[in-house]
């Protein structure tokens, strides 16, 4: 199926400086969230979140398997199956995430979480999935050398994170309250980024069960090498709420 062509590919240094606004937005905002969430939540508060959200990335991390980084070599190399390509990603990661997300509520029981914790785990869950899968659109616009549709929408999430989370806190919400602004942002971003990802190549959902596999076999590789590079932080967290409960997270360093 033809695809809509919305602007010519930018030059090297265009997209270099695209994808660098894009991230400074996206820590500026991260930076304003956990700035504000230590602020104004209590200590074991903010140790709740602080692992919750140690949890939930950790889990997440393993659904990215490299992915993107296969996805967008397989469609520069053969634009004709690009469609196929990116409906395979977005299946592969859906049930890696789906796995996850299983592992993630039989840990959070054994663990004791219950209530409100269970909640709030499941929140930043969700949160991690829609950044997860808003990674898989961006991935498009890098396949298609066209990054400069990263920074608006980054902007855009990140002053409605931003905006969200301040009114959570504002409130009196909490920890459920922070994460559930998170979260919207996010959803907000997700649906942003596929729109226009979609109007450049409009993912094909066709069974395919050998390229299925090989994009799994393919991307694993990958996957797991950064997975294992993956900084330290969430493992101390992680050992923080087993040793001293979810609260004494807030005492030790926050989430990157």
């Not at 660098?20 to 700035?35: P, Y």
């Not at 663990?111 to 949160?127: D, H, K, P, R, T």
């Not at 226009?196 to 590789?221: E, I, K, N, Q, Y």
Request: overall charge positive.
């Amino acid at each position: 199926m033809p695809q809509q062509s919305l602007s010519p590919p930018r030059s090297l240094l265009g997209n270099f400086l695209a994808l660098a606004t894009s991230r400074g937005v996206q820590t500026v905002s991260g930076f304003f969230v956990l700035l504000a969430a230590a602020r104004v939540l209590p200590v074991e508060d903010f140790g709740r979140y602080a692992a919750v959200s140690a949890l939930a990335g950790a889990v997440t991390a393993l659904t990215y398997f490299g992915i993107q980084q296969v996805m967008i070599r397989e469609m520069v190399c053969d634009r004709a199956t690009a469609a196929a390509v990116v409906g395979r990603a977005v299946l592969l990661r859906g049930a890696l995430a789906l796995a996850a997300g299983l592992g993630l509520a039989v840990a959070g029981f054994f663990s004791g979480y219950a209530g409100s914790m269970f909640l709030a785990l499941g929140l930043a869950f969700g949160l991690e999935v829609c950044r997860s899968f808003s990674m898989l659109g961006c991935a498009v616009f890098q396949a298609h050398e066209r990054m400069g549709y990263e920074p608006p929408l980054s902007v855009v999430s990140g002053l409605a994170s931003m905006a969200l989370v301040g009114l959570a806190l504002w409130l009196g919400y909490g920890v459920i309250g922070v994460l559930a602004g998170l979260l919207l942002a996010a959803l907000l971003h997700l649906a942003l980024v596929w729109r226009v990802a979609g109007r450049l190549t409009r993912p094909s959902f066709a069974p395919d069960w050998p390229a299925m596999r090989a994009l799994f076999l393919a991307s694993s590789v990958v996957g797991l090498g950064v997975f294992f590079q993956q900084k330290p932080v969430p493992g101390r967290h992680v050992v923080a709420v087993v040793v001293v409960g979810a609260g004494g997270g807030g005492r030790f360093p926050g989430p990157a």
